[in-house]
């Protein structure tokens, strides 16, 4: 100890800095101080809608504000998203998107800077597997009966996708599994494409799991299989992607909540840690289980993780069919 300081006088300048607050623990996780505006840049109805707002709902709870869901959809999500990255960095207007917001960019009528690049990921609150189905009256029950069945068809098969990177899968589909002549129709929501599965007048689907359950229940269109590495909690029955061969079809769709890029840091972490706490209410778990989903509710950094590996992914899946 220097000869200058005393033992005496150190001693009470370790006490003074003990009794010191730390800096981080004296501020507050930051809460709105008004009303927060959540975009779901689609339309009502579905598993992203129902989704954000259940998680809206919990936001609401805790921050003892209120929490509006606004559903902005037309252009493949495009015009909610830009909405939201216009919007000013306060943390009270978010964004929900999944990983088709990568694949804006890829769109042949995209004109503009990429999204992604404008928004900051807050926290993935939820996933859930799409799913293969097929209308009652064709004659399959596995995914390889699919290519089976679609290779010696006589009229050619017809496949609808509601989103970008669906479409993508059934391009993919045609090419691996040798089905030049799959006919993929690009739908613009799942009620629709739904309705002419179960008529008939489209062979097969691919899209979220919480609209098909009633049907599938019901026996008006069957699930042939399920995306992912592993079977979806409310279909267990039905094998998953890698069970079934398809490997290019592990993919599971993620629900997370987006800011406007110049967000401060702080607001973004209060978000993500109100996320994090809203997901461990019952009631929300309640309609995440009943849809198929499985709650995340992870951080900024890990999120920003997942955002830039699906876009590498879908990337250069686009690049190798690209989006008509």
């Given at each position: 100890?220097?000869?200058f300081?005393?033992?005496?006088?150190?001693?009470?300048?370790?006490?003074?800095?003990?009794?010191?607050?730390?800096?981080?623990?004296?501020?507050?996780?930051?809460?709105?101080?008004?009303?927060v505006?959540?975009?779901?840049?689609?339309?009502?109805?579905?598993?992203?809608?129902?989704?954000?707002?259940?998680?809206?709902?919990?936001?609401?709870?805790?921050?003892?504000?209120?929490?509006?869901?606004?559903?902005?959809?037309?252009?493949?999500?495009?015009?909610g998203?830009?909405?939201?990255?216009?919007?000013?960095?306060?943390?009270?207007?978010?964004?929900?998107?999944?990983?088709?917001?990568?694949?804006?960019?890829?769109?042949?009528?995209?004109?503009?800077?990429?999204?992604?690049?404008?928004?900051l990921?807050?926290?993935?609150?939820?996933?859930?597997?799409?799913?293969?189905?097929?209308?009652?009256?064709?004659p399959?029950?596995?995914?390889?009966?699919?290519?089976?069945?679609?290779?010696?068809?006589?009229?050619?098969?017809?496949?609808?996708?509601?989103?970008?990177?669906?479409?993508?899968q059934?391009?993919?589909?045609?090419?691996?599994?040798?089905?030049?002549?799959?006919?993929?129709?690009?739908?613009?929501?799942?009620?629709?494409?739904?309705?002419?599965?179960?008529?008939?007048?489209?062979?097969?689907?691919?899209?979220?799991?919480?609209?098909?359950?009633?049907?599938?229940?019901?026996?008006?269109?069957?699930?042939?299989?399920?995306?992912?590495?592993?079977?979806?909690?409310?279909?267990?029955?039905?094998?998953?992607?890698?069970?079934?061969?398809?490997?290019?079809?592990?993919?599971?769709?993620?629900?997370?909540?987006?800011?406007?890029?110049?967000?401060?840091?702080?607001?973004?972490?209060?978000?993500?840690?109100?996320?994090?706490?809203?997901?461990?209410?019952?009631?929300?778990?309640?309609?995440?289980?009943?849809?198929?989903?499985?709650?995340?509710?992870?951080?900024?950094?890990?999120?920003?993780?997942?955002?830039?590996?699906?876009?590498?992914?879908?990337?250069?899946?686009?690049?190798?069919?690209?989006?008509?």
């Open positions: 100890m220097p000869p300081i005393s033992r005496r006088t150190s001693a009470l300048a370790i006490a003074l800095v003990a009794m010191l607050p730390a800096a981080d623990a004296a501020e507050p996780p930051w809460k709105p101080e008004r009303t505006t959540v975009i779901v840049p689609y339309s009502p109805g579905g598993g992203t809608d129902a989704q954000a707002r259940a998680v809206a709902r919990e936001l609401q709870r805790l921050w003892g504000q209120t929490v509006i869901v606004e559903n902005v959809a037309g252009a493949d999500g495009l015009i998203t830009r909405k939201a990255i216009d919007a000013k960095p306060d943390g009270l207007t978010l964004l929900v998107q999944l990983p088709s917001l990568t694949l804006l960019k890829h769109l042949p009528t995209f004109k503009g800077i990429d999204p992604v690049t404008q928004l990921p807050v926290s993935a609150f939820s996933a859930m597997p799409g799913v293969v189905v097929a209308g009652s009256a064709v399959v029950k596995t995914m390889a009966d699919v290519v089976r069945h679609c290779r010696t068809a006589v009229q050619p098969c017809s496949l609808g996708t509601t989103e970008n990177i669906a479409r993508l059934a391009r993919m589909l045609s090419v691996e599994s040798a089905l030049p002549n799959l006919i993929v129709a690009n739908y613009k929501g799942g009620g629709q494409l739904i309705t002419d599965i179960v008529s008939n007048n489209v062979n097969l689907g691919i899209m979220g799991i919480t609209a098909v359950l009633p049907h599938y229940k019901a026996g008006t269109l069957k699930v042939v299989m399920t995306m992912g590495a592993k079977r979806s909690s409310v279909a267990p029955e039905i094998p998953s992607a890698i069970e079934a061969g398809f490997p290019g079809f592990d993919v599971v769709t993620w629900y997370g909540l987006f800011a406007p890029k110049d967000t401060p840091p702080n607001i973004v972490q209060g978000i993500a840690a109100a996320v994090r706490e809203a997901i461990k209410a019952e009631d929300l778990r309640k309609v995440f289980s009943t849809i198929g989903s499985e709650a995340i509710g992870n951080t900024p950094a890990e999120f920003a993780t997942m955002v830039r590996e699906e876009g590498e992914r879908f990337g250069a899946l686009a690049k190798r069919f690209p989006i008509e």
